[in-house]
């Protein structure tokens, strides 16, 4: 398991398209950048939060492989605690609810935690597939710091959706398609339903 390879290629592009993890013969795949926030129609609105989370959690990968075998806890107030508050400032300035964007990072945050978790059980259960190389955890923060943002503005751009009665079953068919589309294993997928219960409103 390369991770870190990885990391570089992604890091240098700027963009998580092609994070893969290599667990069991199971590959995941990040997904493309998804299209402007402007799309019309629920769908057009409600997928691109699903294609920002799984990217989001692609970065969870690299966060493991960073923290794996060191001091460095998995759960990190201080860390959550700057990135709520810089979201919430983010949501202000493009005319999203502060409050709802916090809530949704809540989860998108439990959300990385349930991949990182998943990953130190199976390195601890199988060292053979622990990363070889460690991925600087302050390069990587830069590409959720760019996620988070794009995520902010696709929360701004999608209230209409997020706040209809059908909400929760067009962000159910966003989700299988970016599932199916990318490749997600049982774990990533675990974690992408974590990561959306307060995308609707409802």
């Known amino acids: ?23 069991g013969g199971t590959a995941v795949a990040a997904p493309a950048q998804p299209a402007a926030a402007a799309s019309v129609g629920p769908y057009g609105q409600l997928r691109p939060l699903a294609d920002l989370s799984a990217q989001r959690l692609a970065t969870a990968d690299l966060v493991a492989a960073a923290k794996y075998g060191t001091d460095s806890p998995i ?30 990072f809540r989860d998108q945050i439990e959300a990385n935690k349930v991949v990182q978790r998943g990953l130190f059980r199976r390195w601890d259960a199988d060292p053979s597939q622990a990363p070889e190389e460690r991925p600087d955890l302050a390069e990587v923060r830069k590409e959720i710091n760019r996620v988070n943002g794009e995520l902010v503005r696709g929360i701004a751009a ?14 159910t068919a966003a989700a299988v398609h970016v599932r199916h589309e990318n490749r997600l294993d049982t774990l990533h997928s675990v974690a992408l339903g974590r990561a959306l219960p307060s995308v609707c409103a409802h």
Request: glycine share 8%; net charge neutral.
């Open 1 to 23: 398991m390369r991770i870190a390879t990885h990391s570089r290629r992604l890091l240098a592009v700027g963009a998580l398209a092609s994070v893969l993890l290599s667990g």
């Open 75 to 104: 759960d990190d107030p201080a860390r959550e605690r700057q990135v709520l508050d810089a979201v919430a400032g983010q949501a202000k300035e493009v005319g999203a609810d502060p409050e709802a964007t916090v809530r949704i």
């Open 158 to 171: 999608s209230a209409d959706a997020r706040t209809a009665p059908y909400c929760g079953g067009v962000l």
